[in-house]
């Protein structure tokens, strides 16, 4: 039997004046990482340049993920 591990981190964000569950997911063997967005119906997110906005939104300017109670910080740094 082959037993993977996995870590799983979910957010909820605001963005363009929505609510979306935004999942990231991790293999810990590969290192692989995944997102996963899905609007709060539970409906995942279909739109390549829409996952593109909110992923590029989330990872922030240095590609790393924003600590989730900063987010009204890094919205006003963009006004």
């Known amino acids: ?3 993977k ?7 909820d964000i605001e963005f363009d004046e929505q609510s ?3 999942f990231h997911e ?8 995944y ?3 899905k609007d ?6 279909v739109d390549d340049d829409l996952y593109d906005e909110i992923v590029d939104y989330f ?3 240095e590609g790393e993920l924003i ?3 900063s987010f009204d910080e890094y919205e006003e740094s963009y006004d």
């Open 20 to 22: 979306w569950k935004f």
């Open 59 to 61: 990872e922030g300017e």
């Open 67 to 69: 600590d989730p109670f």
């Open 1 to 3: 039997m082959i037993l």
């Open 35 to 37: 997102y996963i967005i």
């Open 5 to 11: 591990t996995k870590t799983i981190e979910v957010y």
């Open 26 to 33: 991790k293999d810990e063997e590969s290192s692989e990482e």
């Open 40 to 45: 709060l119906d539970g409906n995942e997110v």
